[in-house]
């Protein structure tokens, strides 16, 4: 049976607590030793902790890595050494830690510098976590032996250099997290020959030029490049990269102005791509050309007032397409003909002038769908003819720019309605809107409401708590 041996607190005092050597005499069951806001005076050893395959050591005022604490345990596989005042690993700090490790956690230790090597001797090492320091350069050979190495975290350190061959040998790694640093560039073989490289994350540092997001790895499935300060993106941003199995690309907070045609031509089995939180006014036909397996597309909170027609052609297999918090005023004709198999649409947060009879109609398979209008919207007579939604959300503050009917022919499961200024609406907006469950209220009081001066059926449920919305009635839909 495992069993912890846990020493101190996890509030540090200033009367932090002695160990002594003798402490751990007769401790012999034990397969994990947690030491929190402890220090140790004397050769204080664990190496004849035969079963103990967990060390962790949490604000122990270590100044250089405890390598006679941590010697010689056989059978230790996970090491998390934290909150510590190291700033230098050097090629001897785990010479004699045996090569079983598997896991190593080394977070918030002030650590300025790593000496070529020092991690050569774990080979079976899966997982290294060296976040939260002070690294400021990282020098070909840092990670010399760790052929094993699947995960490596190298976030929120200061980062302003990593020399070519930097991640060489580094054959089975899949995920490397780069985030928050302070690099502005990187050289076009940063990543090469990571052969199984699944996931790169790249946001909050200061890339400039896309071209230098090439990656050479044939499994690279995930790719987040946020908080850049990236203007353009072309066919060229990412002409070296391998695009065979990507299937998220998340491009927000970077500051993006324009996308060329073409772009994203190579991503051929992208589901997933987020240009949300950037700077888009426009979107060109053919921007999204060859991303034919898209099933997700998020462009939030840009500026976007024009898209071009035929902007979603063959875009056959998306479900999701999220435009809402932008500047669009009208849609071109049969910009949606194309998505057969939409499922949600998001327009809310626009200035929509004019519904057409055709905008919505070859969307067959919609269930979701969100508006903002202007004061000038016109919706023709039938613009939503045919539709059967389970959800159709709408902005209370915009309601009383509509006429009568202006639903007719719908058919929705709930109608939810944000904002508060709500009750300037015309006699029987919602006539011959068919609502199958209710009608959601987000914060004025349904007490407010008006049924019969509404439009609305009596036996509709009315709810004002959004966060409940109708779980008796339809639980899956929220």
Known sequence: MSETYNIGTGHCTPAILDVAPILFQGVLSVTAVKLTCVTLRGAVQLKNLHPLNTLILTNNQFTEFPRELCADIPLLEELIVTKQQIDTLSSSSFSNITDRLEELILPFNDLKFIELQAFATFYRLEKLDIRSNRLEVLRSGTFAGLGNLTSLNLGDNRLREIAPGTFSGL??????????????????????????????????????????????????????????????????SFARMNTEVLKELLLEFNGLESVEPQTFARFRHLKILDLSDNSLEILRRGVFGGLDELEKLWVVNNSLRHVEPGIFSGLKNLRLLDLRDNRLTTLPSGIFDELKHLEKLELFGNAITAVTGSLLQATHELSYLSLGFSERIQIEPNAFQGLSLNFFLLNGDQMNYLSAGAFGGLTTEVVWLRRKSILNFKPNLFENLTITIGFVLYEPEVTLVDRKSWGLDSKIVLRSNPLYMFGDEKTHLY
């Open 171 to 236: 054959q089975k790694l899949r995920i490397i997290n780069l985030e928050d640093n302070a690099l502005e560039s990187l050289s076009d073989t940063t990543f090469n020959n990571l052969i199984s490289l699944e996931e790169i994350k790249l946001y909050g540092n200061a890339l400039k030029i896309p071209q230098e997001f090439c990656v050479d790895s044939p499994k690279l499935e995930y790719l987040i490049v946020r908080y850049q300060h990236i203007r353009t993106l072309s066919p060229a």
